[in-house]
């Protein structure tokens, strides 16, 4: 099997509409995001993509007060590392949950942002 | 294989240059040149480190180019891009070529130059050293990468700003003894506390600075080398890589690649942590000096924070930590970097350290980290 079950772009148009995937490894039962072709843990090629409830707990974040160029506007916004329920974990920008009542530990929900024509993972209030 | 010496070390003033990255290079290359006593047509090959060339002065095919501006136009180049890790990468592949008997002289470092563009600008071309599809995206920079680092070393270990602040002002205590350095000013524990978050929890005297500056060590045989007055003997380096996602990592408390990438090296050389006298380690931001040294392998951990607070890692203390002032007060010229480190590091076990030199310093370490914590090298150094 040369074409992976789903890639980045797919993986993207899905969260987009705001179904989470990730993939399962028919060997070993690893699960993963972003897509890959070998499993690291079990080197086996037999990935099933699953779908993912978007529940999760904040793991770490940050509050970033200096931005790229072009993202001056949108500061400051919060990033956070984010485990799922289903146990795989995921980056992405954190909305509508006030600074000071982040932490650790805390559940967010995955939900996608568009930020000019671009999507990205976001998670906001459970 | 063979063993390789560090014969000549080379390094610009750190700071603002108008000078191009190509030609701080050249500049540092022909000190290194000068300083190992060789001649210029000794040099066999050329491997060259820079990473932002391409966006911030339209510059790539930059090894031909530094070579050109040397005066070594005929010899053979190679560009290395592996984010802030760049030249220790190139100087492992450069100590490969010399330990396979392929070459017996090979001039080895690299440059950057991003004070030419604003800050924000730099911001974007460092960030471009995280993943395109998911962490560009949310806008997560360096500093947040290092801030959530950061932030699961307070929740796991009660590190605090405080001992983060304490690295701060040790390094640039020490920088203050560098005439190579950055900043040569010392700075108070309220000024790194009371200074801007720039990424929560780490503060703007917790970054080091964007800077332009050039390195370039001279390796050798151990047959050119033994000619040589002072050679410093290359112990071990070693690479090792980890997930490019930051979401990925087991435990964003602590680096694996450090911990790998000093296991390899350390088994190489035959040493343990406890042989180091002097190490010159990744402060690119205050915690990632905490964890560099529990990761090498120098203090258990979780009390990296501890060891800076105490000033176990100052000079004068029991293993002095980054006596250049480290990326934080000597400057970070990213492609220059692992080069910069490595010529500290000979510089110390030569004993011409000047008002910085750690007394008696036999065995040296160098550590570099390259992007989300994905590439980290370490190497072993010794005097004869």
Not at chain 1, 16 to 42: D, H, N, V, Y
Not at chain 2, 6 to 17: E, S
């Amino acid at each position: 099997m040369t074409e992976r079950v789903i890639n980045l772009k797919s993986f993207f148009e899905e969260a987009r509409a705001g179904r989470l995937t990730g993939i399962r490894c028919g060997g070993c039962g690893e699960l993963a995001i972003p897509p890959k072709e070998f499993c690291a843990a079990c080197q086996q090629r037999d990935w099933r993509p699953v779908p993912l409830a978007g529940g999760g707990t904040i793991v770490s974040f940050t509050v970033i007060r200096v931005a790229p160029r072009g993202r001056g506007g949108e500061v400051p916004y919060a990033v956070g590392v984010v485990k799922l329920e289903e146990g795989v974990s995921l980056l992405g920008r954190i909305v509508d949950i006030p600074f000071e009542t982040l932490k650790g530990g805390l559940p967010v929900r995955f939900r996608p942002l568009q930020i000019d024509t671009q999507t990205v993972i976001g998670f906001g209030p459970a | 294989m063979r063993r390789v010496a560090v014969i000549g070390v080379g390094v610009t003033k750190f700071g603002k240059h108008d000078r191009t990255s190509a030609e701080l290079f050249a500049a540092a290359a022909a000190d290194a040149i000068t300083d190992a006593e060789i001649a210029p047509s000794a040099v066999q090959a050329l491997y060259f480190g820079n990473v932002t060339g391409g966006e911030t002065e339209r510059q790539l095919h930059m090894g031909p180019l530094a070579a050109t501006l040397l005066g070594l136009p005929t010899i053979p180049t190679t560009r290395f891009e592996n984010a802030c890790a760049t030249s220790h990468v190139a100087f492992r592949h450069a100590v490969m070529e010399i330990a396979s008997g392929v070459s017996d002289v090979v001039l080895v470092g690299g440059a950057e130059r991003v004070l030419n563009v604003p800050t924000e600008s730099a911001t974007e071309f460092f960030a471009y050293c995280s993943d395109a599809s998911i962490e560009q995206p949310a806008g997560l920079t360096f500093p947040g990468v290092f801030a959530l680092i950061a932030r699961a070393h307070m929740d796991k270990y009660g590190t605090t700003e405080e001992q983060m602040a304490h690295v701060a002002v040790k390094n640039h205590r020490h920088g203050v003894l560098n005439p190579k350095a950055q900043f040569q000013k010392e700075i108070s524990l309220e000024t790194v506390l009371r200074s801007a978050y720039v990424a929560d929890p780490l503060k703007l005297f917790d970054c080091c600075p964007f800077t332009d500056g050039g390195a370039a060590l001279v390796l050798a045989s151990e047959d050119v080398a033994r000619r040589h007055r002072r050679p410093i003997w290359v112990l071990g380096t070693h690479a090792a890589t980890d997930t490019m996602f930051v979401h990925e990592k087991r435990d964003l408390a602590r680096v694996t690649a450090t911990e790998r990438a000093a296991q390899g090296a350390y088994r190489q050389a035959g040493k343990t942590p406890t042989d180091v006298d002097v190490a010159e380690v990744h402060d690119c931001f205050t915690i990632a000096e905490i964890v560099a040294t529990e990761g090498l392998g120098f203090f258990e951990p979780g009390t990296g924070g501890l060891a800076a607070e105490k000033g176990w890692t100052s000079l004068g203390g029991k293993l002095p930590v980054n006596p250049s002032g480290g990326l934080k007060a000597k400057g970070h010229p990213i492609g220059a970097t692992g080069a910069a480190q490595i010529a500290e590091i000979v510089t110390q076990l030569r004993g011409e350290a000047g008002r910085r030199q750690v007394d008696g310093a036999r065995t040296g370490l160098t550590h570099t980290l390259g992007g989300n914590t994905a590439t980290v090298l370490v190497s072993l150094f010794g005097r004869d």
